[in-house]
């Protein structure tokens, strides 16, 4: 089978079945292009005759030309899954990635606000009058319920359940998961939806033009409230869900506890906050201890 055909199958199996996020098939359509330019090149076009020496040799020269590991990776994880597919399907015999192994990537800690930062963005909203229950809302979510911006937005009024103070989300892969609505956050959501009556399958997060709030929206939002209210270098929304993951550790929560509101698929994945809270504490410990 021809590697061009069985890769756009392969995609449309990731976007369809997978449920992969329309970036993620982004990027992997690309990766896959360029291993498959450099097959041709070498006169390779169809699966079998593709083998691990050949995957390897791409992946020298891919580190030969500077590119960062993490790229490295992926690129490797998109053809990693291109020829376990073709196996799984049996197109092939033998899956000559199966040996591959992705390269170790020294992972960055995520920047956070601190909490008086955060607090300090609700003053700033209060000064702001008309819209600050709109700007509130949204930091409470995002940092209340550790939402991704594109769980924000596409939130509808019948995924809260005032009663039971509980949201549904549907995160990546459009897994769904209940989320627990702390007291502050359900004292501005009801005083908001007080507001805002609308049915079950509309977002109640409108914007004043009228319409349903969209990620740029909110990054704009977020930046302008969180620049002046925080020392960071980061102001995008996703440190408001760095921060509440942080927060929750540092304040005693349960790291599994702390996975499920986060919806993340790994322990691992969560356990980077780990690193983080402890971070925090050697930089807290070497201000503070006159033996540090």
Same mark, same amino acid.
């Not at 891919?62 to 053809?79: Q, V, W």
């Not at 869900?241 to 929750?248: D, K, N």
């Given at each position: 089978?021809?590697?061009?055909?069985?890769?756009?199958?392969?995609?449309?199996?990731?976007?369809?079945?997978?449920?992969?996020?329309?970036?993620?098939? =982004?990027?992997?359509?690309? &990766?896959?292009?360029?291993?498959?330019?450099?097959?041709?090149?070498?006169? @390779?076009?169809?699966?079998?005759?593709?083998?691990?020496?050949?995957?390897?040799?791409?992946?020298?020269?891919?580190?030969?030309?500077?590119?960062?590991?993490?790229?490295?990776?992926?690129?490797?994880?998109?053809?990693?899954?291109?020829?376990?597919?073709?196996?799984?399907?049996? /197109?092939?015999?033998?899956? %000559?990635?199966?040996?591959?192994?992705?390269?170790?990537? @020294?992972?960055?800690?995520?920047?956070?606000? &601190? $909490?008086?930062?955060?607090?300090?963005?609700?003053?700033?909203?209060?000064?702001?009058?008309?819209?600050?229950?709109?700007?509130?809302?949204?930091? $409470?979510?995002? /940092?209340?319920?550790?939402?991704?911006?594109?769980?924000?937005?596409?939130?509808?009024?019948?995924?809260?359940?005032?009663?039971?103070?509980?949201?549904?989300?549907?995160?990546?892969?459009? @897994? $769904?998961?209940?989320? %627990?609505?702390?007291?502050?956050?359900?004292?501005?959501?009801?005083?908001?939806?007080?507001?805002?009556? /609308?049915?079950?399958?509309?977002?109640?997060? =409108?914007?004043?033009?009228?319409?349903?709030?969209?990620?740029?929206?909110?990054?704009?939002?977020?930046?302008?409230?969180?620049?002046?209210?925080?020392? =960071?270098?980061?102001?995008? %929304?996703? =440190?408001?869900?760095?921060?509440?993951?942080?927060?929750?550790?540092?304040?005693?929560?349960?790291?599994?506890?702390?996975?499920?509101?986060?919806?993340?698929?790994?322990?691992?994945?969560?356990?980077? /906050?780990?690193?983080?809270?402890?971070?925090?504490?050697?930089?807290?410990? @070497?201000?503070?201890? %006159?033996?540090?």
């Amino acid at each position: 089978m021809e590697l061009e055909k069985v890769s756009i199958e392969y995609l449309d199996h990731l976007k369809k079945i997978k449920r992969y996020s329309a970036n993620t098939i =982004i990027a992997y359509c690309a &990766d896959l292009k360029d291993f498959i330019n450099y097959c041709q090149v070498s006169g @390779k076009f169809d699966l079998v005759s593709v083998t691990d020496k050949i995957i390897l040799s791409y992946m020298m020269e891919l580190n030969e030309s500077g590119l960062d590991m993490k790229s490295i990776s992926r690129k490797l994880s998109a053809i990693k899954g291109l020829f376990k597919y073709s196996y799984i399907n049996d /197109y092939l015999e033998m899956n %000559p990635a199966a040996v591959m192994i992705n390269p170790k990537i @020294k992972r960055r800690l995520p920047e956070t606000a &601190d $909490e008086e930062s955060i607090l300090k963005v609700f003053s700033l909203a209060d000064e702001k009058g008309k819209d600050s229950l709109l700007v509130k809302i949204i930091f $409470e979510l995002l /940092y209340g319920c550790a939402l991704r911006v594109s769980e924000l937005c596409n939130l509808n009024r019948g995924d809260i359940d005032l009663r039971k103070e509980l949201l549904k989300v549907k995160g990546k892969g459009r @897994k $769904e998961r209940i989320i %627990p609505i702390g007291s502050k956050s359900m004292e501005v959501l009801k005083e908001y939806l007080k507001e805002n009556n /609308y049915s079950d399958s509309r977002s109640p997060l =409108i914007s004043k033009e009228g319409r349903r709030i969209y990620p740029r929206f909110v990054q704009r939002i977020v930046q302008k409230y969180l620049s002046a209210a925080a020392d =960071i270098e980061k102001n995008s %929304p996703h =440190i408001l869900r760095h921060s509440a993951a942080t927060h929750m550790l540092d304040n005693g929560a349960d790291l599994n506890a702390v996975k499920e509101i986060l919806g993340h698929e790994s322990l691992s994945t969560t356990q980077i /906050y780990t690193h983080v809270s402890v971070e925090r504490l050697k930089k807290a410990y @070497k201000k503070a201890h %006159p033996k540090s």
